[in-house]
């Protein structure tokens, strides 16, 4: 009898303890993803104050192109350098000093409001971006896991990590374009307000569960590397290829959108250059949740299909010149565009082997963030020789194609079965 009271007891006490594991996980995985979105914000938050920094420094559009685009040089040389460590030293001890490195590039840029330090701030900011994408993605999948338990979908997990880094990049310039239009201080206030959310949201994050089962003995450290089955690295390409071209059309939102609507449309509102930005990232986030459950295929094909004509559209209120058509060009520019990021995220992240998740993930992310600001520079040289809304025709037109074609490239892939063969 006393044995089964004391079975009894030991299976109340397990059952107690997984409800609590279940609940530190849950806490982990919503701290990590605003956490994630906060931080994705914060890389964003100089959109609608470009305008602001020019006309008190008299940058021309090509400066302001490099202020924006060195952001590329700190994620770049993160995600090649420590976007895969996560996967030897615990989520946690990334993420963490990830975050904390953008409340230093939140201080740079109180304290160092030139150009020098616009440069600094934004590359720092970079490097924490680079170390958070690759890392927060793999953290909200495990922690996801923690949950549900092993053997659940990962949509979920993926779904939120992809709308908390799209939506995060448009909930900046929303929050900053209100604040420039209507509060004080338009260069401080808003990175003061990021900077503390911030160091409120790493506390959160360094109480959460560690997830990573870290390799003993530790590996000795070595830069990125593709770390894909050489049978997925055709797939894995061809979809950082197509998270590319897609993250190419929101740079335009996150950099030189606020000058098109100042110089073409003659629109010098702060809030409207938030808006709007916050409108095209907004539309990709939340077209991803509404698909949630369509395939891979199916998303392939529905993205570039509403692409296509927002871009269209954008280019067609530009050469009107029309706010509103530029503006919903803008929304089914973020909803294809955020569809094809995903696919392309789903297809690359297939490809990876579990103990190397963040280390593939960091490869795409190193591609992506590639397309979000190179081309950019390209287009604010472009700008000083043509029209602005002839340099963005000829941009769409080279977007379209490449999301097209690598798209395909994915799907056909897919369809001959060039996945690794192991659960999601």
């Not at 956490?35 to 100089?46: E, G, I, K, T, Y």
């Not at 970079?126 to 927060?136: E, Q």
């Not at 916050?278 to 570039?304: C, D, E, K, N």
Request: hydrophobic fraction near 55%; include cysteine; charged fraction near 10%.
């Amino acid at each position: 009898m006393s044995s089964v009271i004391t079975a009894g007891r030991e299976h109340a006490r397990n059952r107690r303890a997984h409800a609590r594991r279940r609940r530190h996980h849950s806490f982990g995985f919503w701290a990590a993803t605003a956490a994630f979105l906060v931080n994705m914000a914060f890389s964003a938050v100089p959109t609608p104050l470009y305008v602001l920094y020019q006309h008190r420094d008299h940058f021309s559009t090509i400066m302001l192109t490099v202020v924006y685009a060195v952001f590329a040089i700190g994620v770049t040389a993160s995600l090649f350098f420590g976007g895969h460590i996560s996967d030897w030293v615990g989520r946690k001890g990334v993420f963490v000093p990830a975050l904390l490195v953008n409340v230093v590039s939140a201080l740079i840029f109180l304290i160092a409001p030139s150009l020098p330090g616009l440069l600094v701030a934004r590359i720092i900011s970079g490097v924490s971006v680079g170390l958070t994408t690759a890392t927060a993605t793999a953290y909200l999948a495990e922690l996801h896991l923690g949950v549900l338990g092993e053997g659940s979908s990962s949509r979920r997990a993926q779904v939120v990590a992809t709308a908390a880094n799209l939506g995060g990049i448009g909930f900046g310039p929303l929050v900053t374009g209100l604040l420039a239009q209507y509060a004080p201080q338009p260069l401080r206030l808003p990175y003061i307000l990021f900077g503390a959310v911030l160091l409120a949201l790493a506390l959160l994050v360094a109480v959460s569960p560690e997830t990573a089962k870290r390799p003993v003995p530790p590996p000795r450290y070595r830069p990125q590397r593709v770390a894909v089955p050489m049978h997925a690295r055709g797939m894995f390409f061809a979809a950082t290829a197509a998270g590319m071209a897609a993250f190419a059309v929101y740079g335009v939102f996150n950099s030189l959108a606020p000058s098109f609507l100042a110089g073409t449309m003659h629109q010098d509102s702060h809030a409207v250059a938030g808006a709007v930005a916050f409108a095209a990232f907004a539309a990709g986030a939340l077209t991803q949740i509404a698909m949630s459950r369509v395939g891979l295929h199916r998303t392939l094909l529905v993205g570039p299909l509403v692409l296509i004509p927002g871009l269209a559209l954008l280019v067609g209120g530009m050469w009107l010149p029309s706010l509103t058509m530029f503006v919903i060009g803008g929304l089914l520019t973020g909803a294809g565009g955020g569809l094809a990021f995903r696919a392309a995220l789903t297809a690359a992240g297939s490809t990876a082997p579990p103990e190397s998740r963040a280390e593939v993930l960091a490869g795409f992310f190193l591609g992506a963030y590639v397309g979000l600001s190179l081309p950019v520079v390209g287009l604010g040289i472009a700008t000083q020789y043509a029209p602005a809304r002839t340099v963005m025709l000829v941009f769409v037109v080279i977007v379209a194609i490449a999301v097209v074609l690598c798209t395909r490239v994915v799907g056909a892939q897919h369809d001959r079965g060039e996945m690794p063969a192991r659960p999601e």
